[in-house]
């Protein structure tokens, strides 16, 4: 999904995910095969630390299956609707052709067109 490096620290940072869970022993198969790319040698002659972990949930939804992943969760959303942008809070009820189905206290059902999200992230909720 999503690479950070340090040049610094000599430190990257991979972060990846998928429609279903990625196990530790997948991370670990993705750090072997970067590794034994050569790529890290190539760009880091010196050496770096590798780490390959899955996206946290502070960090916004970007890709659509992200979206069914997390269908039965809140949201937070930053829109665009005619130019201007909103916000709003809204469990995700289904995802399907680009189309969010949402729904909230405030505007019962609603649905929104995944072009039009500026920003999405998961709201962590404890039970």
Not at 35 to 43: I, V
Not at 102 to 126: P, S, T
């Amino acid at each position: 999904m999503d690479i950070k490096e340090d040049p610094h620290r000599r430190l990257v940072r991979c972060f990846v995910d998928a429609e279903e869970s990625i196990s530790i022993d997948e991370t670990t198969e993705i750090a072997k095969s970067i590794q034994n790319s050569g790529l890290l040698d190539e760009y880091y002659p010196d050496g770096a630390s590798l780490e390959v972990t899955t996206i946290g949930l502070s960090e916004p939804l970007e890709q659509p299956f992200q979206y069914r992943k997390n269908v039965g969760r809140m949201l937070n959303l930053t829109y665009d609707k005619n130019g201007n942008q909103k916000h709003t809070e809204a469990e995700l009820v289904g995802f399907s052709d680009g189309i969010l189905y949402l729904k909230n206290k405030y505007k019962g059902q609603f649905q929104l067109v995944l072009e039009n999200i500026l920003q999405a992230k998961v709201i962590v909720q404890f039970n």
